[in-house]
Structures are given as structure tokens and as C-alpha cells.
């Protein structure tokens, strides 16, 4: 955003002049809550009311503070100049194919938002079927899910504006690029999945939430979920309601259709627990399918996660965790659904599988090897059928193709190896590239090394380090440290720009794969949940402890940086060792654990942190609570605390309490550094951000960091103002 007040007062805006900052006016009023006997204060609940006239002061005040400093950076201009050359490259989305035609997604470059493209055959030229730069003037209207009858006539597509949550859904015809009449409201966290007669497609929305004015819908209260069939042209007022659990509103309820057309797959989830149930309905002839059936309950207990991925037949194929926390897939016919009658296709391995699809009539089956990822193909009776392989050490960032043909994308990336589509043809066992980007960046002058280190516990951690080759371990290099550690989500090694800008600059750039995650299945997932979270406090701190003594930097070229949960983390570390760090950047983080689960879709992250409405969760929330754990007195790093003012997914006022507390109890003596907060407008958790949005923060988050560090930089060509 651009910053539209003058900079408040300040005494000087370098590290050498030893500034005093003097921050917005924040009251701390006598708020407090009794949580089994313990009183604690919440002075700043007055900034969850987000529509207060004050509210909005303190947000616009914070904003002209923070871009007034963060434009007086000589380092800034040096960064936008060179991220604006690098993201000016054209980026693909993984194809898919429909009805015989190709899909794809495509960014010239420097487009606020990627363009939907499709094209008959391999060798035709594709045309624009979506443009979502054309539905709104401030580039902020995003394009989310997608999906094309198997016809290939119809388009259901998603759209989010100002970086919500929430979506439409409309319909395109994809021969004349015109929309219907179709227009659906209240989805989130739902797919779009046509029936196979090519009518109409089932979604999840929310009830309409009772208050729009203000930020009231945007961050209204999620109960309610349901699953919908809708006819194509018809209002959505007719929408066949097709499943819905009135008795627990706030589980989640999704479902899909077979590519066969044979079964409509109904699953639920709740926030409690990871696992899933699942229920079918068996919808007869593909081309009149009944949805008026009853639906056939499969998995009725929470004892794991299952995942239909196709069927054959009587035959669902699911991959499960039950008995086996690396997962694997078996076969279960509908006509004996007993577990005792269950056949182990893949087995589970010291690998992890992340994911499974069938396309070609085999298995496609992508495993993670100490957090990069393999993939295997299996007929449908489990037989072993090769491997596909990959262009060197990463990620496959998706895999898409159908049942009935031979060949498949994939994408594939790593922290050096831009993201390239490639084509696999199955029958013949070849492969090759199908879309590739060119960057302004030579990969090889630079190294990725994968270490393994002790946490506190002496449990081995992985990690990440990318940096030019020869670099020497002598202390002096400005270092960024990023981690997440949550929600069986992995950190595999993947082209940013962030980082390459980083470490063009001669900065090393590093990823700690933390417990909590996904890397090494179920259990290395639970060992950074709940009571066990400080697990992946230690391993992070470990990481920053091990790149110091290794002689990569010191705390005084040490940055830190992470996203959401891993802004959680970020915020849990530097209160624990604010002496170890530099300059920390906690981004739309989960600030506030005694009352996470009051906001929005926070009630679905019990899983991983438990809850304060218990003494058991309070007492080791309470522990590490970001809010709760501010030391008076104490000489934090320079704090840059980024979130979004449309965030309905982790609630802004998680970052506005976090940043007040800092400015009113951190030491601001002659020597103490900043504490920053910056609020994007019309922006939220992350998705969908414009490419001028992405390239604005970037340069901040990066400038911010190497003018803490003392990263040495050219002089700038432009002075790069907002």
C-alpha cells in the first residue's frame, strides 16, 4: 500500500543514530479474563474491534510510522529495483486436461494476478479464457478454484477479492469465453466437482452471514458448512442441499464426484482432530446420476485420515493412516466395507506419502524422502511399476492427469530450479519439458546443502542451505532463517524470489524443517503439537544456535522469518532469545493462543495447539503465548510485523495486540530497535496478493532484513518510492 501520512516522530532512522521511537498512542485498559484461577490481562481487546474509529486511527497512525521508515532505507531501492527485473518472467500453473482440451495458468510477468489459458492439443496455440486483471481495477481479484465439465464446455471458477477467504463461484463457457447467469456466494474452503451428465457441480458454502456492513461479513462467524449440488442455470436458491451435520456446525463438510461419475464422496473433518469420516452415494448411471440417494456411511470413527482417490467399480482406492503414520493405500469394496476385508496396496515405508492420484489406470504415488519428494508408479493390484524421475533434488509442487490417458504433469521446483511444468507419457515412459520460465538468475553460481542437526533434545533436524558457492564460514554473512513447524505441513525446497534476491546479495538463505510438520509422517507431525510445541521452538532456536557456531553468521547478522503458524513461531522464539536474533519478521502470525479459537476459522487449529478452555491447554498455551510472553524491559531485535487488514483466516488483531505490546513493554532506550507493524490493505492471509502488492512487501521484508543485518549493497538506481 502506499503510505499516505507523514512519518510520526522519530529522532533518526539508522541503527548508528541510536534512535528513541515514539509509536501511536495504544491505551492499555483493565481488561482481563479468569482462566482456572489465573487472572491475565488483556489490555489491547479494544483493537479486535477492527471497525472502531480509534481502531482505524491506530492501524493509519502504525502505517505512516512504519512505510516512513521502511522508504527512508537506502537498501530498499536496491531491492525493488532488482525484484521488479526478476518478476518479470512469464510463470506457469500446472496443466490439466478436460474434454480433451489443456488447461493451464500463465503470468507474463509482471500481471497482478495469473491469466487462465486453454488450448485443443499439445502443439495448438492457447487462447485467454479468464483474465481476472479485467474483473477489478486494483488488480485484487484473485482466480481460486477451478474446474471444467468432462465435456469441456463449462467452466466453474472461483473468484476472492481483497484477499479473503470467501468466494463466488460463476460459469464460462469455455467455446465463447461468456459467462451464465450462475452466481453462487458463501463458499469457502470448498472445491467445485462436476457431475459426470455435465449439468451441474456440488460445493460447500456457509449459511449468508447476517451482517455485511464494514468488516462484519468478511469476518463473520464460520458455522454451518453444507454440501450443495447446483444445476447449472438455475438460482442458487435451488440448490439441492446433499449433506449436512446440523447437530455439529462447525465441522467441515466437502465432497467429489469419481471421474467415473459413480460415486459421490462426502468426507468430513473438524478442528479438533485431523482424522476424517467418510460417506458415499452411489449415483448409478454417470449420465443420470440420482443425488437423491442415501448417503453410505464407509469410516465412521475419528481413528485416522482417509482420502478417496478413485474407484474401480465396487472398489474404493483410499490412502490412509490407520496403523501406519507414513501412510498408505488400500482397496476397499464397497460390497464388503469390513476392515477385515481391507487389501494393502502401497504399504507404508520409511518414506512418507504426501499424495496419490490414479491417472492412466496406475497408481501415481508422490513420497518424500528427508523432505524432497519422489515419485512412484503401482498398478491397481499394488505391483511395483517404476519411478519417474525427477530433475535432481526438490519438490513436486502438483500432479494432475485423468484415469483414462496416458499421459501426466508435473511440476517441479527447487531452491535453485524455478518451477517447470513436465509432460510424462505413461505408456511409453518418457518424459520432457512442457512449459519452461526464464529468469534473470543464474542457478549456478550458487549451492544447496541439506545438513542434519541436534535440537535441544538431541532429536536430528533437517535443514536447508542456499547461499553462492564458496561462501566463507567466517561469521560475516547476513543470514535469513525460515521455518513453519505445523499442521503436517512440510518446508521442501522451492524457487522464490525472496530468497534468490537474498542471496544474489551475498546472503545465505536457510529453511529449518521443524517437528510439526510433514516431512517424516504422522509422528514427526504430533511431536510439535499441543503440550509438545516448545519441540519446534528448540529446533528453531537449535537451527540458529548450530548456523552460528558452524560459522555462517552471528546474532547480529541473523534474520528470522516466517508465515502464519510460522509467524507464530517467529513471535514464540524472539520473546524466549531475543538476544540471538537481529531482526525478526513474524508475518500473519497466531499471536494471541488464549484466544485463537474465538476467530473465524480458528477453532480448526485445536488439532495442532490444543485449547485454552481447558486448564490442561491453557497452562501450556499460557507458557508461550507470543502476547502473553513480551519481557518488560527487554532488548528486542528490530521487529517488522506484517498482516493484512482483509485476513479472515488468522484475525488481524492477532498481529495489532502483539505490536502494541512490544512498542508499550520492549526496552526503547538510546540503543533499542524499531518495532514495526505494517497493514496491507485490501489484502489478507497471503493468496491472491497482486504482483505490485508482492513486490512492494518483498522489498520491504528483504530491505528491512539486510539493513539489520548490515548486508553490504550497491548504491541504488531509483530511489523506488511507493
Avoid at 488450448?119 to 479485467?134: C, E, I, M
Avoid at 505391483?383 to 533434488?393: F, R, T, V, Y
Avoid at 518446508?491 to 534476491?501: D, E, I, K, V
Avoid at 544456535?545 to 517467529?570: D, F, M, R, V
Amino acid at each position: 500500500m502506499r503510505s499516505l501520512f507523514p512519518i510520526l516522530a522519530l529522532t533518526a532512522c539508522t541503527v548508528s543514530a541510536a534512535p528513541t521511537w515514539k509509536y501511536p498512542e495504544a491505551p492499555r485498559e483493565n481488561v482481563a479474563d479468569d482462566f482456572f484461577g489465573t487472572q491475565v490481562a488483556d489490555p489491547y481487546r479494544w483493537l479486535e474491534e477492527l471497525d472502531l474509529p480509534r481502531t482505524k486511527d491506530w492501524v493509519q497512525a502504525e502505517n505512516a510510522l512504519t512505510f516512513g521508515f521502511l522508504e527512508s532505507m537506502p537498501e530498499r531501492a536496491v531491492f525493488h529495483d532488482r525484484l521488479k527485473t526478476l518478476w518479470n518472467y512469464a510463470r506457469y500453473g500446472l496443466p490439466f486436461k478436460e474434454g480433451g482440451l489443456y488447461f493451464f495458468t500463465k503470468n507474463d510477468g509482471l500481471q497482478n494476478q495469473s491469466v487462465l489459458y486453454v488450448q485443443p492439443s499439445l502443439d495448438a496455440a492457447p487462447r485467454v479464457l479468464l483474465d481476472p486483471n479485467t474483473l477489478g481495477t486494483d488488480g485484487t481479484i484473485a482466480l481460486t478454484a477451478t474446474a471444467v465439465s468432462s465435456d469441456g464446455k463449462w467452466l466453474a471458477y472461483g473468484t476472492a477479492a481483497a484477499g479473503s477467504d470467501w468466494n463466488e463461484f460463476r460459469v464460462r463457457a469455455v467455446d465463447t469465453g461468456k459467462d451464465t447467469d450462475d452466481v453462487l456466494k458463501w463458499a469457502k474452503f470448498s472445491g467445485i466437482s462436476w457431475t459426470k451428465d455435465n449439468a451441474g457441480f456440488v460445493y460447500s458454502r456457509y449459511p449468508e452471514p447476517k451482517v455485511e456492513e464494514g468488516n462484519k461479513a468478511t469476518f463473520s462467524e464460520l458455522a454451518g458448512q453444507r454440501l450443495y449440488y447446483h444445476r447449472l442455470g438455475a438460482p442458487q436458491s435451488d440448490d439441492r442441499l446433499l449433506f449436512e451435520v446440523p447437530e455439529q456446525p462447525k465441522w467441515f463438510v466437502h465432497g467429489h464426484v469419481t471421474e467415473d461419475g459413480h460415486y459421490l464422496i462426502i468426507q468430513l473433518s473438524r478442528g479438533d482432530t485431523t482424522n476424517t469420516l467418510i460417506s458415499y452415494v452411489a449415483l448409478g448411471d454417470p449420465k443420470k446420476p440420482n443425488l437423491e440417494g442415501t448417503p453410505t456411511k464407509l469410516i465412521e470413527t475419528w481413528e485416522a485420515e482417509y482420502n478417496v482417490i478413485g474407484d474401480d467399480g465396487s472398489t474404493l482406492f483410499v490412502l490412509t493412516n490407520l496403523n501406519a503414520p507414513k501412510r498408505k493405500i488400500v482397496a476397499i469394496d464397497t460390497h464388503s466395507p469390513e476392515k477385515s476385508h481391507w487389501k494393502e496396496l502401497v504399504p507404508e515405508s520409511a518414506d512418507p506419502i504426501e499424495s496419490a492420484e490414479i491417472i492412466g489406470g496406475k497408481l501415481v504415488v508422490r513420497k518424500m524422502h528427508d523432505a524432497c519428494n519422489r515419485i512412484y508408479l503401482y498398478e491397481k493390484n499394488g505391483q511395483a511399476a517404476g519411478e519417474i524421475q525427477l530433475p535432481g533434488i526438490g519438490t513436486v509442487a502438483g500432479v494432475s492427469g485423468r484415469e483414462d490417458d496416458s499421459e501426466l504433469f508435473y511440476a517441479f521446483t527447487s531452491y535453485t530450479y524455478p518451477k517447470t511444468s513436465f509432460r510424462y507419457d505413461l505408456a511409453t515412459g518418457k518424459g520432457s519439458v512442457f512449459q519452461e520460465p526464464k529468469v534473470d538468475f543464474n542457478p549456478e553460481a550458487y549451492e544447496t546443502k541439506q545438513v542434519f542437526y541436534p535440537s535441544k533434545d538431541h532429536t536430528k533436524i533437517p535443514m536447508f542451505i542456499t547461499c553462492k558457492k564458496g561462501v566463507k564460514l567466517d561469521g560475516s554473512n547476513p543470514t535469513m532463517l525460515y521455518g513453519y513447524g505445523g499442521f503436517d505441513i512440510p518446508m521442501t525446497p522451492g524457487f522464490s524470489l525472496y530468497a534468490a534476491t537474498w542471496i544474489e546479495r551475498g546472503g545465505v538463505y536457510v529453511v529449518a524443517n521443524l517437528r510439526g510438520g510433514g516431512e517424516y509422517g504422522k509422528e514427526w507431525h504430533e511431536a510439535g503439537t499441543k503440550e509438545r510445541k516448545q519441540n519446534v521452538f528448540d529446533d528453531f532456536i537449535s537451527a540458529a544456535e548450530w548456523l552460528i557456531a558452524s560459522g555462517y553468521t552471528t546474532p547480529a547478522k541473523l534474520a528470522i522469518h516466517g508465515a502464519s503458524n510460522g509467524g507464530l513461531l517467529i513471535g514464540a522464539v524472539t520473546n524466549q532469545r531475543p538476544d540471538l536474533f537481529a531482526a525478526a519478521i513474524p508475518q500473519v502470525g497466531v499471536m494471541d493462543m488464549l484466544r485463537f479459537q474465538k476467530f473465524t476459522i480458528g477453532y480448526a487449529w485445536i488439532s495442532d495447539y490444543g485449547s485454552s478452555e481447558n486448564a490442561e491447554g491453557f497452562h501450556y498455551l499460557y507458557r508461550y503465548s507470543p502476547v502473553h510472553n513480551v519481557k518488560q524491559g527487554a532488548h528486542y531485535p528490530a521487529m517488522l510485523i506484517l498482516t493484512g487488514d482483509h485476513d479472515d483466516r488468522v484475525f488481524p488483531a492477532h498481529s495489532f495486540k502483539y505490536a502494541a505490546e512490544l512498542q508499550s513493554s520492549a526496552y526503547n532506550g538510546p540503543d533499542a530497535n524499531p518495532v514495526f507493524i505494517r497493514v496491507e490493505t485490501r489484502a489478507g492471509h497471503g493468496a491472491g496478493m497482486p504482483t505490485s502488492k508482492q513486490i512492494e512487501e518483498t522489498a520491504d521484508q528483504l530491505s528491512f532484513a539486510a539493513h539489520f543485518t548490515g548486508m553490504q549493497l550497491p548504491a541504488p538506481k531509483t530511489s523506488a518510492s511507493r
